[in-house]
Protein backbone atom coordinates (compact mmCIF):
# COMPACT_ATOMS: atom_id res chain seq x y z
CA UNK A 1 0.00 0.00 0.00
CA UNK A 2 0.96 3.24 -0.77
CA UNK A 3 1.07 6.43 1.82
CA UNK A 4 -2.36 7.58 1.31
CA UNK A 5 -3.22 3.84 1.84
CA UNK A 6 -4.40 2.92 -1.40
CA UNK A 7 -2.84 0.29 -2.95
CA UNK A 8 -0.15 1.33 -5.83
CA UNK A 9 -1.28 0.36 -9.58
CA UNK A 10 1.49 -0.05 -11.87
CA UNK A 11 -0.13 2.05 -15.21
CA UNK A 12 0.68 1.85 -19.07
CA UNK A 13 3.01 5.28 -18.47
CA UNK A 14 4.34 3.71 -15.97
CA UNK A 15 5.47 0.73 -17.81
CA UNK A 16 6.74 3.68 -20.67
CA UNK A 17 8.83 4.98 -18.51
CA UNK A 18 10.63 2.21 -17.23
CA UNK A 19 11.29 0.41 -20.10
CA UNK A 20 13.21 4.02 -21.21
CA UNK A 21 15.03 3.16 -18.54
CA UNK A 22 15.79 -0.09 -18.76
CA UNK A 23 16.99 0.76 -22.36
CA UNK A 24 18.57 4.27 -22.50
CA UNK A 25 19.93 4.00 -25.89
CA UNK A 26 16.21 4.05 -27.44
CA UNK A 27 14.70 7.24 -27.82
CA UNK A 28 11.57 7.90 -25.33
CA UNK A 29 9.73 7.75 -28.30
CA UNK A 30 11.22 4.57 -29.42
CA UNK A 31 10.32 3.08 -26.09
CA UNK A 32 6.73 4.01 -26.13
CA UNK A 33 6.11 2.51 -29.15
CA UNK A 34 7.99 -0.52 -28.65
CA UNK A 35 5.62 -1.05 -25.30
CA UNK A 36 2.68 0.14 -26.98
CA UNK A 37 3.60 -2.78 -29.86
CA UNK A 38 4.14 -5.46 -26.90
CA UNK A 39 0.20 -4.79 -25.83
CA UNK A 40 -1.25 -4.45 -29.08
CA UNK A 41 0.58 -8.00 -30.40
CA UNK A 42 -1.16 -9.60 -26.98
CA UNK A 43 -4.65 -7.74 -27.86
CA UNK A 44 -4.90 -9.06 -31.29
CA UNK A 45 -3.69 -12.63 -30.62
CA UNK A 46 -6.67 -12.49 -27.57
CA UNK A 47 -8.83 -11.12 -30.19
CA UNK A 48 -8.41 -14.18 -32.82
CA UNK A 49 -8.57 -16.98 -30.02
CA UNK A 50 -5.31 -17.56 -28.99
CA UNK A 51 -3.97 -17.81 -25.59
CA UNK A 52 -0.63 -15.63 -24.50
CA UNK A 53 1.90 -17.39 -22.91
CA UNK A 54 4.87 -15.02 -21.31
CA UNK A 55 7.01 -17.45 -19.31
CA UNK A 56 7.59 -17.21 -15.32
CA UNK A 57 3.99 -14.68 -15.46
CA UNK A 58 1.35 -16.66 -16.81
CA UNK A 59 -0.95 -17.59 -19.38
CA UNK A 60 -4.05 -15.35 -20.85
CA UNK A 61 -7.08 -17.40 -22.05
CA UNK A 62 -10.36 -16.63 -23.91
CA UNK A 63 -12.72 -18.08 -22.21
CA UNK A 64 -16.38 -18.20 -24.21
CA UNK A 65 -19.36 -17.73 -21.79
CA UNK A 66 -22.60 -19.44 -22.58
CA UNK A 67 -26.07 -17.02 -22.55
CA UNK A 68 -27.85 -17.20 -19.61
CA UNK A 69 -30.28 -15.93 -17.61
CA UNK A 70 -29.15 -13.60 -14.59
CA UNK A 71 -31.57 -11.73 -11.90
CA UNK A 72 -31.18 -8.07 -10.97
CA UNK A 73 -30.04 -8.76 -7.38
CA UNK A 74 -32.36 -4.90 -6.79
CA UNK A 75 -35.56 -6.24 -8.09
CA UNK A 76 -35.28 -9.86 -8.62
CA UNK A 77 -36.42 -9.52 -12.21
CA UNK A 78 -34.79 -11.84 -14.38
CA UNK A 79 -32.61 -10.85 -17.77
CA UNK A 80 -30.65 -13.03 -20.67
CA UNK A 81 -27.05 -12.43 -20.20
CA UNK A 82 -25.57 -12.79 -23.92
CA UNK A 83 -22.65 -15.01 -25.08
CA UNK A 84 -19.52 -13.36 -24.48
CA UNK A 85 -15.86 -13.75 -24.60
CA UNK A 86 -13.88 -13.03 -21.80
CA UNK A 87 -10.02 -13.08 -21.21
CA UNK A 88 -8.98 -15.36 -17.95
CA UNK A 89 -5.23 -14.74 -16.24
CA UNK A 90 -3.64 -18.03 -15.04
CA UNK A 91 -0.61 -16.84 -13.43
CA UNK A 92 2.26 -19.28 -13.26
CA UNK A 93 3.87 -21.15 -10.00
CA UNK A 94 6.78 -18.70 -10.21
CA UNK A 95 4.91 -15.38 -10.02
CA UNK A 96 2.73 -16.47 -7.26
CA UNK A 97 5.72 -17.66 -5.77
CA UNK A 98 7.26 -14.24 -5.61
CA UNK A 99 3.96 -12.56 -4.99
CA UNK A 100 3.89 -14.55 -1.79
CA UNK A 101 7.73 -14.31 -0.99
CA UNK A 102 8.71 -17.44 -1.50
CA UNK A 103 11.68 -18.64 -3.32
CA UNK A 104 11.03 -19.06 -6.84
CA UNK A 105 14.38 -20.68 -7.71
CA UNK A 106 13.16 -23.68 -6.60
CA UNK A 107 9.92 -24.40 -9.10
CA UNK A 108 10.84 -25.52 -12.68
CA UNK A 109 8.72 -23.72 -15.04
CA UNK A 110 8.08 -25.20 -18.43
CA UNK A 111 10.56 -23.85 -21.11
CA UNK A 112 8.43 -22.24 -23.77
Not at 5 to 16: E, N, P, Q, S
Request: glycine content about 6%; proline content about 4%.
Amino acid sequence: MGANGRTRTLTRKDLRRKVHEKLPNMTREQSNELTDEVFDLMIESLANGEQVKLREFGVFKVHNKKQRVGRNPMTGVEAIITARRSVKFVPSPVLVAKVNGEDANILEEDPD
